[in-house]
């Protein structure tokens, strides 16, 4: 059977508010696109032509996004975890869909360049239970963290106290008919009651199942925070030179605009000068000064000066530039 994709969207967002919950974590903009677009159009780079996306209960407006605007050649359904009982609880929420499939499962705050379909090759060659994509971070504490022996992981541990690498898994798992049925029936259940995917996978690793692990060709972007969402703002701009891209019917009087930036439609700026600032669609600026922002769609600001911030819809400022 032809491989599933499954993003995870059912969080409650909290390390993105204000942002949210006024927005669905998967709707939050980046670059004026949705965080869910990025996910559908990764899965589709990884050779997906069918992919689930598992929401909370209430959120109608993600299922209404991704019905209406799934990639072309990409079947998308929705699938509803009515209790957030961790990633693992999450996935078997899709129920028959799984049976019998490998399974490549994202979380919807992680955005990923340099990924293609050589990744799930590389599992189905393998005959693993499990495939892991990686990355060195600085602190992996907060991260599953793995041991890797050339491509094979000996060690996986959720959130270690003294992690024994610094190969952090990036929020993308590969699991096979095998692990997806343990998922399933036999999850790993933590501490807060949760399924934990990585824990199930590491449990598995114990019992003598083979999992494997490749380090990315590319970069990882945190779309979970507001710093990580400048962040990834910051680097997905730079991608465009230094050009102002400016929707075509939105107005910009008087203003200075230094690129990279990107005006969206709709969007009205008078008498401000921005650099590095993303305006979402609909969003008005009058005399301000902004620098490395983000402003959501439909926010409304109104003099001031700010650096590394998000505006949200209801033009509270908030973000690194305003903490402390």
């Known amino acids: 059977m ?3 994709g499954v993003v995870l969207t ?6 993105l508010r204000p942002l949210t919950p006024g927005t669905p974590k ?9 965080l869910i677009a990025y996910a559908l159009d990764l899965m589709r780079d990884l050779g997906m032509r069918e992919v689930a996306v598992v929401t909370g209960p209430d959120d109608g407006r993600t299922r209404e996004y991704v019905e209406a605007g799934a990639p072309r050649g990409l079947r998308v359904s929705v699938a509803v975890q009515h209790e957030p009982r961790g990633p693992g609880d999450a996935v078997a929420s899709v129920g028959d869909a799984l049976d019998g499939r490998t399974v490549v499962v994202l979380a919807v705050d992680t955005v990923l360049t340099g990924v293609d379909r050589t990744l799930l090759d590389g599992l189905e060659a393998s005959g693993a ?5 990686l990355q060195s971070v600085e602190d992996p504490r907060a991260f599953g963290v793995a041991v890797l022996d050339g491509d094979r992981v000996v060690d996986l541990e959720e ?3 003294r992690p024994r690498s610094d190969l952090a898994l990036v929020g993308l798992w590969m699991l096979a008919p095998a692990a997806v049925e343990r998922v399933r029936t036999d999850p790993y259940i933590n501490a807060k009651g949760e399924s934990d995917l990585t824990a199930t996978v590491a449990a598995m690793l114990a019992e003598g ?11 990882w972007l945190d779309g979970g925070t507001l710093e990580g969402l400048l962040h990834a703002q910051s680097r997905l701009l730079a991608g465009t030179g230094e050009e102002v891209e400016v929707a075509a019917d939105a107005v910009v009087t008087a203003s200075t605009l230094l690129g ?19 305006v979402g669609d609909g969003a008005t600026l009058e005399g301000v000064t902004l620098r490395r922002a983000l ?9 001031g000066e700010y650096a590394d911030v998000v505006v949200t819809p209801a033009g509270e400022v908030c973000g690194p530039g305003v903490e402390g």
């Open 26 to 34: 998967p709707l939050v903009p980046l670059l004026n696109r949705p």
């Open 10 to 15: 059912a969080g409650l967002g909290t390390r």
């Open 260 to 278: 990279p930036a990107i005006v969206g439609a709709g969007a009205r700026v008078e008498a401000s000068d921005l650099a590095g600032v993303v």
């Open 129 to 133: 239970a499990a495939g892991l994509l």
């Open 159 to 161: 959130k270690p106290e």
């Open 2 to 4: 032809e491989p599933l």
């Open 295 to 303: 402003v959501a769609p439909g926010a409304t600001l109104r003099g």
């Open 209 to 219: 199942h083979e999992v494997r692990g490749w380090l990315l060709d590319g970069e």
